[in-house]
């Protein structure tokens, strides 16, 4: 069973940073695009920033220039570098990607178990 485990997150300060790592254990095939998610109180769910494994990033316009996501295939693990941290980036962040248990299998996604990081105003 592929697993995505997270860690880092806690409480932050309002100009801080805070860094967040999820790795994939178990046993897999293939790992797609690395993403983290979050969900603050009351909103939806959103997009924060994705990395492919040829390294081609993508942000939400309100994290660009402020979190930087990276990636060690090596060690299926990805990060978010967060910055400059701001209240409102208080949330549940989760890591997402879709996984290959063997060549010839379809994609399915898989959720880490989400970490709270919260910013103080």
């Known amino acids: 069973q592929v697993q995505l485990v997270e860690s880092g997150g806690g409480l932050g300060q309002a100009g801080g940073s805070l860094r967040l790592s999820c790795a994939a254990t178990g046993s897999f095939f293939s790992i797609g695009a690395m993403n983290w998610y979050r969900q603050a109180p009351g909103k939806q769910r959103e997009l924060v920033a994705g990395?492919?494994?040829?390294?081609?990033?993508l942000y939400a316009d309100s994290v660009k220039g402020r979190f930087t996501i990276s990636r060690d295939n090596a060690k299926n693990t990805v990060y978010l570098q967060m910055n400059s941290l701001k209240p409102e980036d208080t949330a549940v962040y989760s890591c997402y990607a879709p996984v290959k248990t063997a060549a010839r299998t379809a994609w399915v996604g898989r959720w880490g178990q989400g970490t709270q990081v919260t910013v103080p105003s």
């Open positions: 990395i492919t494994s040829d390294g081609i990033t």
